[in-house]
């Protein structure tokens, strides 16, 4: 149903594009976001967009850094990161959810999962 890939090694101040493959039911989800994984940390939230892309969200520590965009013709969810810091280093995932809410930020929101993809960033 979704289709992360995109990831890899990058140095420190680097970039990389994350994608997404929506799929399915998930291809018309009003909301989809990007969250992340690094070892022995819990899973926390990234950025966030709504089906016409006119609502973002980010998390203050991807702020200028990270953006999140849609081709909803596509059916695919972007992620640029730009300035990798090593703490960006984690298993990214992308999620889809229902309608478009200020809590984008909360995992509840997502009702499914794509499989991760690693972002290694190396100082």
């Known amino acids: 149903q979704l289709q992360a890939s995109g990831g890899g090694l990058v140095q420190a101040g680097g970039s990389l594009r994350l994608s997404c493959a929506a799929s399915?039911?998930?291809?018309?989800?009003?909301?989809m976001g990007w969250f992340r994984q690094a070892p022995r940390n819990r899973r926390e939230f990234v950025a966030a967009?709504?089906?016409?892309?006119?609502?973002?969200g980010y998390a203050d520590s991807v702020k200028g850094r990270f953006t999140i965009s849609r081709d909803s013709a596509k059916n695919t969810v972007y992620l640029q990161m730009n300035s990798l810091k090593s703490e960006d280093t984690a298993v990214y995932y992308c999620?889809?959810?229902?309608?478009?809410?200020?809590?984008?930020?909360?995992?509840?929101?997502?009702?499914?999962w794509g499989q991760g993809t690693q972002v290694t960033v190396s100082s």
């Open positions: 999620a889809a959810g229902g309608a478009w809410s200020l809590r984008y930020s909360r995992e509840e929101r997502y009702n499914t």
């Open positions: 399915g039911r998930t291809a018309t989800s009003s909301t």
């Open positions: 967009i709504n089906w016409s892309g006119a609502n973002t």
